[in-house]
């Protein structure tokens, strides 16, 4: 057995053990469509199998970034109630004013605030990501975009579908859909005359 197994396979236990805590996240959150897709996404980070309510449980309890998207999906009123004992990352926000679609992945996303009009479905970000409003609007994320590390997207931007954006880009400008861009500020690199 390799390594990174065993360590799951013991996070896991402890998560077993402490699955009380998470008796109330497991009923408000276990039957929510987007933290179902959210869990399947995330589920391929870790190196063991499990049912979808107990890998829930496991990054409940394993991964405070993921407790951040959690309370995002679940509302700030549930989120008052059952967040206070176990908190999700402070360095991690999002605005409840934000729609996301499904399957949002996230990796390490220290420093990210999310504050766009709209981001869609099979979103992923790094860390020291802003996605940040002006007083003319805010950003509006396509579908199948991923942002590398430390990228800035501010005011009203739209950013189509199937669009990578390189780490330290700065987007102030619209992007079109199958695309690359990378840069400050932000100029296309790569088009795909077919979706990613």
């Given at each position: 057995?390799n390594k990174r197994k065993f360590r799951d396979i013991l996070r896991f236990a402890e998560a077993c053990l402490f699955s009380w805590l998470y008796?109330?996240?497991?009923?408000?959150?276990?039957?929510?469509?987007?933290?179902?897709?959210?869990?399947?996404?995330?589920?391929?980070?870790?190196?063991?199998?499990?049912?979808?309510?107990?890998?829930?449980?496991?990054?409940?309890?394993?991964?405070?970034?993921?407790?951040?998207?959690?309370?995002?999906?679940?509302?700030?009123?549930?989120?008052?109630?059952?967040?206070?004992?176990?908190?999700?990352?402070?360095?991690?926000?999002?605005?409840?004013?934000?729609?996301?679609?499904?399957?949002?992945?996230?990796?390490?996303?220290?420093?990210?605030?999310?504050?766009?009009?709209?981001?869609?479905?099979?979103?992923?970000?790094?860390?020291?990501?802003?996605?940040?409003?002006?007083?003319?609007?805010?950003?509006?994320?396509?579908?199948?975009?991923?942002?590398?590390?430390?990228?800035?997207?501010?005011?009203?931007?739209?950013?189509?579908?199937?669009?990578?954006?390189?780490?330290?880009?700065?987007?102030?400008?619209?992007?079109?859909?199958?695309?690359?861009?990378?840069?400050?500020?932000?100029?296309?690199?790569?088009?795909?005359?077919?979706p990613l």
């Amino acid at each position: 057995m390799n390594k990174r197994k065993f360590r799951d396979i013991l996070r896991f236990a402890e998560a077993c053990l402490f699955s009380w805590l998470y008796m109330p996240h497991l009923i408000v959150g276990g039957g929510n469509f987007y933290v179902k897709s959210d869990v399947y996404v995330l589920s391929k980070q870790i190196s063991i199998s499990l049912p979808s309510l107990l890998m829930l449980l496991y990054l409940l309890h394993n991964n405070r970034y993921f407790r951040s998207l959690f309370y995002y999906r679940i509302g700030p009123i549930a989120t008052l109630i059952i967040g206070w004992y176990r908190p999700g990352d402070r360095y991690f926000q999002i605005s409840y004013s934000t729609k996301i679609g499904k399957s949002m992945l996230i990796a390490h996303p220290y420093a990210t605030i999310l504050n766009a009009e709209s981001i869609g479905d099979n979103f992923s970000c790094i860390h020291s990501t802003t996605l940040g409003a002006t007083d003319r609007g805010r950003p509006i994320i396509g579908n199948n975009v991923s942002l590398g590390a430390n990228v800035t997207i501010i005011g009203p931007v739209h950013v189509g579908n199937n669009v990578i954006i390189g780490a330290g880009s700065v987007v102030v400008k619209d992007v079109p859909s199958n695309c690359v861009v990378a840069g400050n500020p932000a100029k296309e690199i790569r088009r795909y005359k077919e979706p990613l």
